[in-house]
C-alpha cells in the first residue's frame, strides 16, 4: 500500500450485527428497547415543555429567544430521527412477511429510509453541535460587550446569524445525499448506496468521512464551546453587573429636555448663572426620580435575567461536552484503526451506540436545564412546599393559589 491505488480498490469494513454478530444485534436491541427509548419518551415531553415556557410570558425579545428556540427545535428533531434511525431497522427486522403488520411501512423503510436517515441524522447533528457553539459566543459577547449587546442583540440579527450557518452546514452535507445515494427505478423504486463511494476507500472517503467530518464535527466545535465559555466565567468572576446602565438613552433625554450640557472639566452646565440653575430644583427632581427608579429596576430586573441565562447556557455547555466526551474517542479510535489498517472490535461497536444514547441524554437534559433556570419551576415548587406545609399544619387557613401570588421577578432565560 505504498502508493495511492489501493484507494480504489480497498474495501472498507463492513460489519452488520444482525449478520455477523448475532450477540451483539440482542445487546444493542436491549439497550435500545429499555434505555434508549424511554429516554426519547422523556426527551420529547421535557423539551416540549420548555417550548411552552419559552413562549410563555413575560417572553424574551432578544436574539437568545431565537436561539434558544433553534436549539429546543433541534432537541426534538435530534431525539426523532436518531430514534427513527436506530428502532425502525430493529422493528422491521421482525417484519418481513406480507401476513406482519408493519409490513407495509417496513417496505418503505428498506425501499427509501434505510440510507438516508443515517446520513439526516448526522446533518441534524451537525446543525446541533454548531447551535451550542453559536450560543456559546452569543453569551460571551453579550456579557463582555454589555453596551453594545444591548442595542445590537436583536431577533432579526440572530435569525440572520443562524441561517447563514445552517447554510453553510446543509451545503456541507449535500455530498453525502447526491455522491453517496442513487435513485432507481427498476425493478421498483428504491434509494440504494453508490459502492464507488461507500464501500470502496475512495480519496472521497478518505478525505470526508475521515478528516473533515470528525474536525468539523466534534473537535472544531468542542474548542469553540470551552474556549468561550472560559472567557464568560472570566467575564462572571469580574463582575456581575453587566454594566445596562452604563449608556442609557432616557437619561440623557432627560438630561437634554433640563438644558444640561458638560463643560471642558466634566461638570454640568447650562451656560446661564447658577442662580437661573436653582430657580426649578423640585420640578426637575420630581419629574426624573420616578424614571431614574423606573429604570434602575428594569436594569436590575434585565441583569437577573442575562445571570440566570448566562448560567443555564454555561450549564448546558458544560454537560454537552461531558456528555459527547465518548464521541470524541471514538474518533480518535476510528484514526487509529485506520493506521493500523484494523476493523472495529465488539467494544468499539458498543461505545459507539453508548455515545449515541449519550447524545440523545445531552438533548433532554438541555431542556431540563432551561426548565430549571426559570422561576415559574421555583415558584411551582414553593407553591407545593407551602401546601404540603399547610396540609401539615393545624392551621384551617387555605393555602395560597399560584394565580393570586404576586410576584415581580419574571420568568428568564
Known sequence: MTDTAWWDTSTACYHEPIVHDHELYFQLSTINIYILLPLAVLGLFFNASALICLYSPPKITSGVFIYLKALLILDHCHIIITSATILLPQLCDKHHSKEHLFYQY?????????????????????LHVWTIASLSIHRYWKISRPVVSRFKDTASRARTVLLIMFTVIIAFRLPIFFFELEFKFKPFPRILRRPETTELLSPYRV????????ILSNFVPFVWMCVFSILTLIEIAKSRQFGYAQFNPESFA?????????????????????????AKPKASLTFTQPLTYLRKRADSIRQKQEFRATVSIIVIIILYLLLHSLQVYNVIRKWQLILMEECPTRTDYIQSHISTVLSMLSATVNAFVFIAFTNRLRHYVQMLIRKTSR???????????????????????
Not at 478525505?207 to 470528525?214: A, G, Q, R, S, W
Not at 387557613?397 to 432565560?413: A, F, G, K, N, Q
Request: with cysteine; aromatic share 10%; hydrophobic share 30%.
Open 207 to 214: 478525505v470526508y468521512h475521515t478528516f473533515l467530518d470528525p
Open 391 to 413: 396540609s401539615f399544619s393545624s392551621s384551617s387557613e387555605p393555602p395560597l393559589s399560584p394565580r393570586t401570588t404576586i410576584s415581580t421577578d419574571p420568568m428568564i432565560v
Open 254 to 278: 432627560v438630561s437634554n429636555a433640563m438644558g444640561f450640557k458638560r463643560n471642558s472639566y466634566g461638570s454640568r452646565s447650562t451656560g446661564r448663572n447658577s442662580t437661573d440653575i436653582v
Open 106 to 126: 417496513c417496505m418503505v423503510e428498506r425501499r427509501f429510509l434505510k440510507y438516508t436517515l443515517p446520513r439526516l441524522e448526522s446533518t441534524v447533528n451537525l
